[in-house]
Structure formats: C-alpha cells, structure tokens
C-alpha cells in the first residue's frame, strides 16, 4: 500500500463515496474507514480523505436528486417498478414534504437509503441548495467519524493485531474443549448403550 500513488487512493476513495449514491448495497463506509487506516499509517493525509469520500457522497446525492427532479415520476408510474404502488409513492412524498430535510441530515447515517433519499428528495422538489448543503454537513460528520475511527484503527495496528491473535486463540480453545467434550459425551453415551 505504501508504494500506490496517493492521487489514486483519493480517486478511489471520491468514487466509492459517489458510486454509493447509485448502487446502495456498495461497501463505501468500510472503504472509507480502511482510508483513515491508511491515514493513521501516514500514507494519506486526514484532509484529503475526509475531503474527498465527502465530496464524492454529496456529487452522487446530487445526481441521484437531479434523476429524482428529472425523471422520478416518470420511472415510478412507467410500471417498471410493479412492486412498488402509486399510493405508496404519494405517501412517501407527502412524507417527504412534511420531513424531507430532517431526512436529509439523518440520511449519512442511514446505510443502504441514501439513494432512496436523494431519489425522492428530489422527486419531492426539496430546494436543491438547502438539500446539497444538508448533505454535506451530514456526509462530512459521517465521514469524519469514519476516517477518524480508521486512523486510530491504523495507528494501533499492531496493538489491535495482538488482541485479534489472542482472541482468536481464545476462541479456538474454547471450541476444542467444547469439541473434546462432545466427543467424550458421544463415546460414553454410545458404550452405555452398548453394555
């Protein structure tokens, strides 16, 4: 890792943090915590990892918002989506209208509805300023928890390393006596049968 150009770490970091946006399921806050590792290990800078996975979440809310705007009823009363029903979606959006930004500052936090969030804010017609602004703040606190947690996590490697190995040791005893004693249970069970 030492040797990668940290112009590419921090590409890759803007991505994940945008490409979330689109494709929820995607593993950014675990890259974005291993980013602060790589912090803590003096490979990257805190400011410029903190920077770009929040400048990357904001961009890609701001596209899934305009894709909301554009073309959100259009995607939902085209029927593609079957399993979702019209009245729910009026719902949501009357919902949406009532705590659309109070949604907006929770939505970092909320892993796996963040393009859902950002599709229907703006569907719903959020101000896109106030909701871009929102989103940032949100994403920055979020981020900065991450990065942060990463740092010492990458600070501490070693440290956490011995811990790791002694839990590891301490499961596997755990579960070779347990082993041990089943088998001596079968046995026992099995020779009192036999007699």
Known sequence: MQLLDPLLIYSIIFMVAFIENMFPPSPSDMVIVFAGSLVGAGIVGFTET?????????????????IGDWFGVHILESGRFSFIPLESVKKAE??????????????????????????FAGMSELTFSKTTVLCFLSALLWNTILVTGGYYLGRNWERIGFYMVAYSRAVTAIVVVIAVLLLVRYFLKKKSQAS
């Open 50 to 66: 903190l920077l770009c996975a929040t400048l990357g979440s904001t961009v890609g809310f701001a596209v899934m918002y305009k």
């Open 94 to 119: 009357a919902w949406f209208l009532k705590y659309g930004y109070w949604l907006i500052v929770a939505n970092r936090f909320l892993a796996g509805t963040r393009a859902v969030v950002s599709f």
